[in-house]
Nanobody, 115 residues
């Protein structure tokens, strides 16, 4: 059974840090691009960061310089290091993994930034 399991979410203060992980299991195909999305209450899901199997990463303007995406291909795991967190980073964070023939999604992990 295919699973993408996110972990590492929680409560942080403004200016704090959290590290999200997303481990994929049961996927029989090569995972190409992996992404992190987030969705705040009342808002559409937005792309936060993406990382190909090899090559350069991309970030939303709102997180550039604060978030870093990385991956371990041997472990089929993608990470999101979030530094200097802001209240507006509060959202449910989802990971996505692209394979041929389809994409997979995790169940989401809540990140709350509050003083």
């Amino acid at each position: 059974q295919v699973q993408l399991v996110e972990s590492g979410g929680g409560l942080a203060q403004p200016g704090g840090s959290l590290r999200l992980s997303c481990a994929a299991s049961g996927i029989l195909y090569t995972i190409y691009t992996m992404r992190w999305y987030r969705q705040a209450p009342g808002s559409q899901r937005e792309l936060v960061a993406s990382i190909p199997r090899s090559g350069s990463t991309n970030y939303a303007d709102s997180v550039k310089g604060r978030f870093t995406i990385s991956r371990d291909n041997a472990k089929n795991t993608v990470y999101l290091q979030m530094n200097n967190l802001k209240i507006e980073d509060t959202a449910v964070y989802y990971c996505q993994a692209d394979t041929i023939p389809r994409s997979y999604w995790g169940q989401g992990t809540q990140v709350t930034v509050s003083s």
